[in-house]
DNA sequence: AATGAATGAGAATTCATTCAT
DNA sequence: AATGAATGAATTCTCATTCAT
């Protein structure tokens, strides 16, 4: 088997086994079993659990960050920029919810290094939040608000949605939509409301 | 010893070690070790591992949940109680890292527990929200937003805002403020943002 | 049980077995069985297998350079201390064979950490019979010969002897006895050798 | 590649590694990598880790076992041959370190086989010592001495000798020279010293 | 109530060996 | 002949839990 496709198909299992079941809940040879290889295929392409544990949230961090930049890209205008990155955040937490879910365990399991994880997105979020936001201010569409605060806020409430996602949906409970949230966010910094 | 000093005791080095060390990472005789005690002594007190980590977590929700429940009554008027909610998040982030932080290592380790963990907090803070934002479109001061979708938002908000918290201080950032979160909201949901 | 002696009673075992089988022949759990008690337990008083293992061969060789030690102060006058060099190390060799096969062992397993062992053992056993010869070629009866390369060539002697006995052991043959050692030595370093 | 030159390729690196780390210290991969071959192509050659081990051994040990013999042979007169019996222990020792070495980590690990080994080289010093040693002694020039007690005697320093190259190398130290054991045992066993 | 020695199930990891290509 | 990915048995070590004192 091609290396890459192996390892990668590693990576898929292990992300939905972690996602189950966390770090300490799951076995490599649980891994293993499901993909039906044996335990030591693993280690050719990981040196340990936490490796393997840590590429999995790696990529998933990269896939949420890519997912984010596309359509921020794809986006024309702050405002829909604005709803681009809201609307990334809550459709990967949909769509990828082994990801999501394994973003989230690793924030428990490896602190320190959930720090630089979650900085790999939200910097990036951060950095078009403020160039969008001080435009919008610019432009004059925006109050004058402390860009970097506000910022802080949306990055919170993001980080919020995806670490609640999973918690709401084992009460079937559906958190807010995008465009509750957009409308939300824009109804504060908006310097007219009524252009909505 | 009084038992209950002791099981307190024995219920904060745990909160401690648990706080910075994950789940996983701890270990009973590291808690006995740190309190000075026998290792099966804190098994006359809890019933294993996951027990002493769930009882620490629980009681590290229920003084959030007093705290909140606390400053809302003392606040009046619906600014003033949200203002509260909001602050009494931040609060307890900043004061009791070591109960804001096993409630976030929680999430990770045991999601089925912590729906309920969430839960108790959350919705005790949905109660309140929906109360007030009810009572202040009644009112006419809020404008008529749909109250679930902006009671969960704020949520997420807050939820964020605790998980983050460690996170960024391991990065020497301060979270936004309470003013800033206040203002934030109030802006979106006033129906004159002019009486801020 | 007396914590002393459940530690001594394990490097018993151990020294017995690892005599037996080898380093990498020996197992935990094999040790573990044959004393009856939980592999946990080893663990409790050694930290891995490596330590064990030292921890047998230090003792071995402590056992060794002690008797060295002892016998050489109970015999008086040059001769006699050399036959009393001599003497300790086949007697160590014939009454003490799990101790004299792991110090042959560790030569194998552990090259470097045997370095520092057969010190323990040589350094103590060279300074005694730099004293001894010194002294008789002072006294006149033995000949002058280079100190340090007489006694480097017992001490080569006498590592050869433990470390081909149990080899001579498995095809049933003998080595040499003290007497003969001791009377070879003193023909080759006597000035007179009727004196025998 | 000619199979016989790949064949001794491979125990040559085979004999390093393992005097450098040992049998459990080495393994398959390791010896694969410093040949640049693959682990797999080791094996259409050996059948196993131990047979390639105990090959290298055997190959070690015949290379000392051809060397003594070719210098007896070249010798003339039983203190020329017994030189060149000590002579030859010793070149090989330091000239050939990795087959010194790995005659001694074979000690250590494989005991029973290394009987064998020990006595394809013993048993034929033995037969050339006793020889020499009966014939100088019908002739005169040797006492009347227990001709196997000096030759087990002279046999255990030769193993010694080569037993503690390697470590007294670790130490800087170097052992006696052919020059000082010739003579040592020579005054030992000639009936006249004043010949020497 | 407290102790801490002992337990042993459990898991991670290694690595000699195989075999399809 | 050579390869190197795959295997899985074997082993070390950990640690939650128990229990005799």
Do not use: W
Not at 11 to 37: C, H, K, N, P
Not at 66 to 90: C, D, F, M, Q, Y
Not at 150 to 159: G, M, V
């Amino acid at each position: 088997m091609n290396p890459d496709a192996r390892r990668s198909q590693i990576l898929d299992m292990a992300t939905r086994v972690f996602s189950e079941s966390g770090y300490g809940g799951s076995d490599m040879q649980g891994i293993a079993d499901a993909l039906g290889i044996a335990k030591g295929t693993i280690y050719l392409y990981f040196n340990s659990k936490k490796e393997l544990f840590l590429a999995a949230t790696l990529r998933a961090i990269e896939n949420l960050a890519n997912t984010i930049k596309r359509e921020v890209k794809t986006a024309s205008g702050p405002l829909e920029k604005i709803r681009a990155i809201i609307g990334a955040h809550l459709r990967f937490s949909s769509e990828n919810r082994d990801l999501a879910e394994i973003i989230a365990r690793e924030r428990g399991e490896f602190l320190a290094h959930a720090e630089e994880t979650y900085y790999k997105v939200f910097s990036e979020n951060t950095k078009y939040l403020e160039e969008i936001l001080r435009y919008g201010i610019t432009d004059g569409i925006f109050r004058d608000t402390d860009v970097e605060q506000t910022t802080a806020i949306l990055a919170n409430l993001l980080a919020g949605t995806i670490f609640t996602h999973t918690l709401r949906q084992g009460r079937n409970e559906t958190g807010p939509s995008t465009d509750a949230i957009t409308d939300f966010l824009l109804n504060s910094i908006l310097y007219e409301r009524n252009i909505l």
